[in-house]
């Protein structure tokens, strides 16, 4: 159940974390073995592609961008709900490019899917007013510079078009952390520690909101949330 953005109940909320921006390959952990890890989020890639398409209304032969596509699940299920799409993926991260050229080839996509090299905060490759959606998951406690991003996003999306920016919350409450304990024991020790540091470099829907009222998306958003997730949308008119 998403619910609209109030003044949160006053709770101790630990200070923010950041987590750096390009994931890349490590000397524990390759691109590849994570893409398997990805690749396991495949129901809630389905769901926020299903919200996209169907509560927002994607029209047909929309294009579509979508900032820090990883390793590209979430393009492929796009494109495979809407054949009709034109998929752009802005990714920082060589590394994942090249796991997410090999999913969308694999998967029979790759004919509606490009993916270009480049910071989302500086997208000197696409015109302004181009594109009738852009979208972004789990990317935006990676960027350093939110404000520059999102005015990227008000840049380069059309006058009528529809954004939609998902990502975790710091201040989870006390499901959240039950959930997240209950979870940890199903999962590698790995997955499970950049899981918590990805918490811990989310925003509150409070101090996401002080962030977006300093861009060109102000006054244009609004900011839905559930148990682990905010998410912010085109204000509904
Ligand atoms: C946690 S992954 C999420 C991948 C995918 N959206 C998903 O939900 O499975 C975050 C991705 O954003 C990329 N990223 C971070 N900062 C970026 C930036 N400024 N511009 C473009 N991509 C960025 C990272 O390299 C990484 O691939």
Redesign the pocket.
Known sequence: MIRKLSKSKSKKIPPRVPEG????DMPELNMEELNKE?KK?MR??RN?VKFILYELNVKDNSKVL?????????TVVMAQENPTLKITG????E??IRVASKNIEDEGVKDRIEFLH????DMFQLKDNSFDVII????L?????PIR?FNEIARVVKPNGIFCI?DGRRDIGLGAKVIFNVAKLMISKEISY?WKT?IMAGYTPEEIRDILDETDLKSKYEIKMDLFDLLIINKSK
Do not use: L
Request: glycine share 12%.
């Open positions: 921006e390009a994931i890349t990805f989020r809630e890639y926020f979508e900032i820090g596509p990883g390793p590209g699940w979430i802005m990714e920082i991260s590394d994942m480049g910071d989302a905060a972004t998951h789990d990317s406690h990676h960027w350093d510079n991003v998902g950049y990805s």
